[in-house]
């Protein structure tokens, strides 16, 4: 049974930083690219970053290019998340994703997690 798990979310002042991960159980991450999703109350989901499953390719949104990182450790079947510099509408509900065939920064994959609330207030 595939699953997706985040963990990391919370509550975090202006400027600070906090780190997502994301474990999968049921695949292995090898062969799959994953991504972050989020979204905000009365907004639509929106892709946040994404990285591919053959060559660690990455992909950012406009609006975390510079402040947002993510990384994948194979290893441990885990994808990471790590927002620096956040600001108060970087507050949502992350998303984890993954599929076997698409990339991008689309809602098209095919597993998703349970989401993890970030809120960025002081």
């Known amino acids: 049974q595939v699953q997706l798990v985040e963990s990391g979310g919370g509550l975090v002042q202006p400027g600070g930083s906090l780190r997502l991960s994301c474990t999968a159980s049921?695949?292995?991450?090898?062969?799959?690219?994953y991504a972050w999703f989020r979204q905000a109350p009365g907004k639509k989901r929106e892709g946040v970053s994404c990285?591919?499953?053959?060559?660690?390719?990455?992909s950012y949104a406009d609006s975390v290019k510079g402040r947002f990182t993510i990384s994948r450790d194979n290893a441990k079947n885990t994808v990471y998340l790590q927002m620096n510099s956040l600001k108060p509408e970087d507050t949502a509900v992350y998303y984890c994703?993954?599929?076997?065939?698409?990339?991008?920064?689309?809602?098209?994959?095919?597993?998703w997690g349970q989401g993890t609330q970030v809120t960025v207030s002081s």
């Open positions: 049921g695949f292995s991450l090898d062969y799959y690219a």
């Open positions: 990285i591919s499953s053959s060559d660690g390719s990455t």
């Open positions: 994703a993954a599929d076997s065939f698409y990339y991008g920064l689309d809602a098209a994959y095919d597993y």
